[in-house]
């Protein structure tokens, strides 16, 4: 079974300072990693992901995770935040090809970006 | 627009009812799951189909929980006898078979019991 700690449910800073939204995430078989961003009012959108290889990912706009096996850690950063960044972030696991096909959420972060 | 649709987007009903919502995944996805989202909480899944066949149950799925997807496209899933408990957004999404496949999320349905 898997399973994913956000450790924070509320992340407020100020426009143009860098964030990190944190997960943990246990599972007892290899996974894929992935970050959601959900905006008011619209459906779940995959943000970026960790399949295999590099394990530093970026997504278009600005955000990056990197995969830490050791600390089974998938952090999400952006060195300056916009407001247009407010919304809530889900870590996602999923197990490896041989596992189910079911996505583990963990509870959400919210950011927010004040002026 | 090609992505995920879902309808009815709200549904209010009495406890004790039943209700029946439906998804219609992007055409070309082979997969489509279902999962329940509760207020402060990530989705939480419920089922899923590989085409026509479900694959694949949570225990979060009581019997009073049923999905369809009879010609493998479109999605139902019904709740019979509804409680309160029941109130959530449903979310549909899909996805091809396959190795890291990414789900494309639907806006959801967003039912409140009474």
């Known amino acids: 079974a898997q399973s994913v700690t956000q450790l924070d449910s509320q992340v407020p800073v100020f426009e143009e300072a860098p964030v990190e939204l944190r997960c943990n995430y246990s599972?007892?078989?290899?996974?894929?990693l992935f970050w959601y961003v959900q905006y008011p009012n619209q459906g779940l959108q995959l943000l970026l992901k960790y399949l295999s290889g590099s394990t530093l990912v970026e997504s278009i706009n600005g955000f990056e995770a990197e995969f830490n096996k050791s600390q089974t850690s998938f952090h999400l950063r952006k060195p300056s935040v916009h407001i247009s960044d407010t919304a809530e972030y889900f870590c996602a696991v999923r197990g490896g090809e041989t596992s189910g096909s079911r996505l583990t959420f963990g509870e959400g972060t919210q950011l927010t970006v004040n002026p | 627009d090609t992505g995920v649709s879902q309808d009815p987007r709200h549904k209010i009903t009495k406890r004790g009812q039943n209700v029946t919502f439906r998804c219609d995944p992007i055409s070309e996805h082979n997969r489509l799951y279902w999962y329940r989202q509760t207020l402060g909480q990530g989705p939480e899944f419920l089922t899923y189909?590989?085409?026509?066949?479900?694959?694949?149950k949570s225990r979060l799925l009581s019997d009073r929980f049923s999905a369809e997807r009879p010609k493998g496209s479109f999605s139902t899933l019904e709740i019979q006898r509804t409680e309160q408990g029941d109130s959530a957004m449903y979310l549909c999404a899909s996805s091809f078979s396959g190795r890291g496949n990414e789900q494309f999320f639907g806006p959801g349905t967003r039912l409140t019991v009474l």
């Open positions: 599972s007892s078989v290899s996974v894929y």
């Open positions: 189909f590989q085409n026509e066949a479900q694959l694949e």
